[in-house]
Each structure stands twice: as C-alpha cells, then as structure tokens.
C-alpha cells in the first residue's frame, strides 16, 4: 500500500533528475486514472517519468507548459501488456485528454490537460508528431 494510494507512493512520481533530489508534484487525478489502469490488467502500471522539475525542463529543452512539470502527466509500462493495448484502454478513460503512443518504449504518456486542449501525438525515433489515422491503423490502434 503506498502513501497515495492502493499501489503508489508519492515517490514514485519523484522527479529523475540529480538536481532537485526528488522534487515532486503529483495531481490526484492521474493517481485514479493509474489505479483504474491497475485494476483493468489486474497489474501496477510502471511509471518511466512522471513530474519534472525545472531544471530538468530546461535541460530536456521542452516548452515550459509541459504537463510533466504541472506533475499531470505520467509516461507509464505494463509488463507483458502492449504499448497498443495499453494506448487503447488509456484512451477510453475520461480525464485523460493528452495521449502520447511511444511504441519504441512500448509506453504510453497519458495526462489530465484541460479538455479544450485535447491533443494526441506518437514518438518514433525520438520525434513527436500527430497521431494520425494513418498512424492508428499502422500500429492497430483504431
Ligand atoms: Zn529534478
């Protein structure tokens, strides 16, 4: 039993950088929609990323309206579970309304962003870009 929930604890959204040891920020609703995704694979999703702190912002060069440095954002892994079948699942769950599809890392980025900005990408060699319908049928997402 973590100290958050069921299956987690507020360290495992720790960020992973060296340089603010551990500073976190976790939104509750990203805790419920982990644990509903527990539940339906009966298994605890592997949490790759989940809040990054400033400096690790800036060091990953990303635009500072990340949902990871809000701390609603998570990259997570299911053991023996696909990166399309766990796409596919996460994107019926309401509340999710960024969906990232990283099929190189099997993982699947999900967070709690307003619904107006609704958004849903795909990361192959290190790039993001749109996830398409062309995309969604290549990776049999649709
Ligand atoms: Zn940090």
Known sequence: MGNLSENFNHKDFACKCPVCRG????HLGLVGLLEDIAV??????KILAAFYCEAYTEKLNRDKLSYHSKGKAVNIALDGV????LFKYVETLPGVNGLG???EENAVHLDTRPVE????WIK???KYSPLTADKRAQYGLS
């Open 23 to 26: 500073e976190y920020r976790i």
């Open 40 to 45: 339906h694979f009966k298994k605890r999703p």
């Open 82 to 85: 696909s990166g399309a079948e």
């Open 101 to 103: 599809f990283y099929p």
């Open 117 to 120: 900005k609704k958004d849903s």
């Open 124 to 126: 192959e060699k290190g």
